[in-house]
C-alpha cells in the first residue's frame, strides 16, 4: 500500500469536480514521491487532465496505488466490465484474484505476478535495478485460453520487459509470496 492513509479514488473524484484541469499525477505527487505519482499516472494508461477521465480511468490509478481497497474497486468497476472484459491484478499477496471473482464473476478475472526491484534514492526519485521487469499471468483454471495468448503476444511487443503465460499461475503467485513475506 503506497499511501495508507489516502483514498485514492475518491481524492481524484474530488479533484476532477474541483479542478478538472489538474493531471492526475498532479493530484498523486500530494501524497505519493514527484516520480512514482507520474510513473503510476502513465503506466495506468491515463494522459491529459483529470476532466477528461472516466472514473474507469481513476480506478485504474486507484488500483496501482491502493491493493487492499481491492473488493471496493471491484464494485465500482462492476458496471464498466464488458462481456469481453478481463482484469488482471498485479499487487503482491494471493488474494486479489479471488476477491475480484468474487464481484466481477470468474470469467472476468486472470491471476497475475510482476517482479521489478526498484527503490528510492530520494524525495521523489526511483531507481530501478538489477532485474529486467517481468509480468506473469494466466487462467486461474490453468487453461491456456485465446485471451490470455493474445495479452502475452501485446505484451510481448513491450520493450524491456518479459511477458510469461503461466499455466499454474496460483503457484507463481503463492512462490512470489513467499520470498517476498520474509521481507
Known sequence: DLAPDVKVFERL???????????PQTVLAQFLPKALAQFI?????VTGHLADCSDN??????AA????????????MRPMIGPATFVVPLENGV???DQLTEALGPRHVMGGLCRIL???TGPGEIRHAAIDPYLGFGELDGNLSPRAEALRTALSRAAGMTAELLTDIRAAMWSKFLFIAPV
Open 57 to 62: 480511468k481513476l480506478l485504474a490509478i486507484g
Open 65 to 76: 496505488v491502493k491493493a487492499w481497497q481491492i473488493p471496493e474497486a471491484a464494485l465500482a
Open 13 to 23: 473524484r474530488e479533484a476532477r469536480q474541483t479542478n478538472g484541469r489538474q493531471e
Open 41 to 45: 499516472a502513465a503506466n495506468s494508461g
Open 118 to 120: 526498484a527503490y528510492l
Open 95 to 97: 488474494e486479489a484474484p
